[in-house]
Every structure is written in structure tokens, then in C-alpha cells.
């Protein structure tokens, strides 16, 4: 095999880790604990929905599933591209999902898996925060596509919008995931984990509002 068409790394990687996951979850399904497992935490961190061991299992194999498809999907059509630089865009679009649903899932998954009443301590905290901090160190540079970013119609109807909520919403991400590690071992529960997740909802509103005021003021926009 020749290294012009030899698989990227990043490919190789998206497929390993999406079959790793899949075979935790059909183990899990088969021969995981015998117990109830907490599967949902309200909003003081608190679980409040308990599962057994198929339905977690099964959740994490449809967490594998999504990543094969939204992350393997995105290195396809990278593959695909002839323009080198929408290529390189998509695969850092690749990179972001890889990334983020496999810090969800081994957050979702661990927090099951360990019969975690309660995720307001400090290593859940740091875990969530470092979502949010490999998340916002990448998405400034993903290009357009119908699976992550900062996808709104302006943002479709002009790419220096585009380019510029989702650097806004990289730098706010990673920002907010940088104060959730700094503060994670001392933070006051759940007071914390409130703030961070209204932290996020604001980033996110900020960010599309961003598309909006950036399409308005571009004269390359195209209209509705």
C-alpha cells in the first residue's frame, strides 16, 4: 500500500475507537452488572433514571453507531473533496465529533458503568470541562457541513459568518471548559455545574446571534 492511498490516521482512529466502543456496549449488553445503573442526571447532578444493564448497553452501542457514522461520514466526504482546503475543513469537523462524542460517551458510559449516584464531584467536573476544552480548541477551523458547528441560516448564506461563529464558539467553548478544570477540585455543587451548563447555552446563543450580525454586514452574503 502506497502512502497516496493509504487511510489517514484520523480515519483509522474514527474506525477503531467507534468498533472499541461498540464491543464495550454488546459487552455490556451480554455480561455487564446484574444491578440497576443510573443513566440520566438532573441538573444538580443528581441521577434520577435507572436502567439496566441491556438498556446501557444498547446506549452505548448507538453512541458507537453515531460516531462511525457522523465522524466516518465526515472523513468520506474529506476523502472525497478535490479542494484541499474544504478537505482539511472537514477533517477538522471530523476530529471535533470524534473527539466530543467519545468524551460523551466514555463520560455517559463511566458514570453508568461506576453506579455514579452523583456527578457533582470534582473528576466528573474536570471530565465534563475537558469536553468542552478538546471541543473549543478545534471548531474555529471546521469548514462548512451539516453536522457540527455553528449551523445556522446565515451561517450557511455566508462563510465569513461561517468562519467567524465558530471561531467565537471555539474560543467561548474552550474558555469555559478551561474554568470548569481550573475550578473542578474546589467548585461549589451544584452551583458549579449549573453555571457550566448555563455557561454553554449562553456561548451557543451568543455564537448564532454572531452568524446573524455577520451575514447582515457581509457584502458576499447570499440572500434568503
Do not use: C
Amino acid at each position: 500500500m502506497t502512502a497516496t492511498n493509504r487511510a489517514p490516521a484520523l480515519d483509522l482512529a474514527t474506525y477503531g475507537i467507534s468498533i472499541l466502543i461498540i464491543g464495550t456496549g454488546l459487552g455490556v449488553l451480554v455480561a455487564g452488572p446484574d444491578a440497576l445503573m443510573p443513566v440520566h442526571w438532573n441538573l444538580h447532578g443528581d441521577a434520577d433514571g435507572w436502567a439496566g444493564r441491556e438498556l446501557v448497553g444498547l446506549m452505548i452501542v448507538a453512541l458507537g453507531l453515531v460516531n462511525l457514522l457522523l465522524a466516518g461520514g465526515l472523513g468520506l466526504f474529506a476523502a472525497r473533496s478535490k479542494d484541499p482546503a474544504r478537505r482539511r475543513a472537514l477533517r477538522f469537523g471530523q476530529l471535533v465529533v470524534l473527539l466530543t462524542l467519545t468524551g460523551v460517551t466514555l463520560f455517559a458510559g463511566g458514570s453508568s458503568l461506576s453506579g455514579a449516584v452523583t456527578i457533582r464531584t470534582a473528576i466528573p467536573m474536570a471530565g465534563l470541562s475537558l469536553i468542552f476544552v478538546l471541543t473549543g480548541a478545534f471548531l474555529g477551523r471546521v469548514g462548512p457541513n451539516p453536522i457540527v458547528g455553528v449551523r445556522t441560516p446565515w451561517s450557511y448564506k455566508s462563510r465569513l459568518a461561517w468562519d467567524r461563529s465558530n471561531r467565537l464558539a471555539g474560543r467561548l467553548f474552550f474558555l469555559i471548559g478551561l474554568a470548569g478544570l481550573a475550578t473542578a477540585p474546589w467548585a461549589i455543587q451544584p452551583a458549579a455545574l449549573i453555571a457550566l451548563v448555563v455557561a454553554v447555552l449562553i456561548a451557543a446563543l451568543w455564537s448564532a446571534v454572531e452568524s446573524w450580525r455577520v451575514w447582515r454586514t457581509d457584502p458576499d452574503r447570499q440572500p434568503f
